[in-house]
């Protein structure tokens, strides 16, 4: 059987990592390539359950090193490649908007010129439901794949920047790709300054919560696993060109996530802080994810179902997250 060889940049991250396990243990006969520059959010020690697996590899190396990625390009001669690598978090973004401009947008940028040199069949570029900015509270409106897209924090605006990329590099190149914009994820292996996570970790160590503004920001959530199949699905079955919203039509109030956390794990209410609201601050974001449930998916968690799965995870993975200066 012939060799496939899928690279995952950011695959030492939260979503990355997720997917890297998910599709070294699915796929036997494919190698995957984790490629990581191993910042603050990125870590091997995740991989310790598949590190020594003969289908798992994994290079340090920088996506905005451009000579490295094109030397890497040459050698391995990919397949597929599938790109999480980014600066993620939106406060970060806010305190230091350059690193977002260089990782994900020139970062993004190196990688297509590689794809455009060595060619690949497919080049997937992971994206998020931010670059389309904020809904109003209407429950009846979403972001389809034709919103337009209108960032507002510096993170999402070079995410939208990246994607606009991409797209350019597949009308004028006609590189295969595709692109997916998902809407929240949390599950195990979560970087703790994000809601989730920090929120169970808080609360297992009995610490203050805080919560921006009045809490009622809405965000439509997904467990991380869900989002790994679709993935895998639009790997194998996506239309080249096509971008694909993916979402689980969850959407809870951050104030909601927080109490169901709190009363999960027994403790007081008494733990959430209120704290000024964050710069820019959106609204709601909900995703209809209609285009990618006609290729067959939909996921299989709930929030309810996800929620309890995640909270077990770092009662049981103590060892993982300890290290964290909470
Ligand atoms: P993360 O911050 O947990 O992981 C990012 C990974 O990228 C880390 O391992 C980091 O070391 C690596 N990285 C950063 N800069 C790099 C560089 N210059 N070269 C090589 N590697 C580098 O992020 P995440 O939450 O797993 O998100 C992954 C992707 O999914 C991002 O592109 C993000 O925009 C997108 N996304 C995230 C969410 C979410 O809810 N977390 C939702 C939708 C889309």
Redesign the pocket.
């Known amino acids: 059987m012939e060799t496939i060889k899928i690279l995952v940049?950011?695959g030492?991250?939260?979503?990355?990592g997720n997917f890297v396990q998910y599709m070294v243990n699915k796929y036997p006969h494919y190698h995957i390539y984790n490629?990581?520059?191993?910042?603050y959010?990125?870590d091997l020690l995740k991989h310790r359950d598949i590190e020594k697996k003969e289908n798992y590899h994994f290079i340090q190396?920088?996506?905005?090193d451009r000579k490295r990625i094109f030397s890497i390009f040459e050698g391995f001669k990919f397949d597929y490649v599938v790109h999480?690598?980014?600066?993620?978090?939106v406060d970060r973004s806010i305190r230091d908007p350059e690193i977002f401009v260089r990782?994900n947008v020139l970062?993004t940028q190196v990688l297509l010129d590689a794809v455009k040199q060595f060619g690949v069949t497919k080049f997937i570029h992971?994206?998020?439901d931010e670059v389309y900015g904020e809904l109003d509270l209407d429950p009846h409106t979403f972001f389809t794949e034709e919103s337009p897209l209108q960032p507002n924090s510096p993170y999402s605006a070079s995410?939208a920047a990246s994607d606009l990329l991409v797209r350019s590099y597949y009308e004028t190149y006609q590189i295969p790709i595709n692109i997916t914009r998902?809407?929240?994820?949390y599950g195990p292996f979560h970087?703790p300054e994000k809601l989730i996570p920090l929120t169970i970790l808080r609360v297992l160590n009995n610490r203050k919560v805080p919560i921006y503004g009045d809490g009622k920001n809405i965000r439509d959530w997904l467990y991380v696993m869900d989002h790994c199949q679709a993935l895998d699905m639009i790997l194998h079955q996506g239309k080249i060109g096509e971008v694909y919203n993916i979402g689980g039509h969850n959407e809870r109030t951050n104030i909601e996530v927080v109490k169901t956390i709190i009363d999960h794990l027994g403790k007081s209410e008494n733990l959430i802080e209120f704290v000024p609201d964050r710069l820019g601050h959106d609204k709601r974001y909900a995703i209809n994810p209609a285009k990618l449930e006609k290729l067959g998916w939909k996921p299989f968690y709930t929030f309810e179902t996800g929620i309890a799965q995640t909270i077990q995870w770092y009662v049981d993975n103590k060892w993982w997250w300890e290290r964290f200066d909470l």
């Open positions: 940049t950011g030492a991250g939260f979503i990355g490629l990581d520059a191993l910042t959010a990125g190396a920088n996506i905005i999480f690598a980014a600066e993620s978090h990782t970062g992971v994206s998020t995410k998902c809407s929240n994820n970087y």
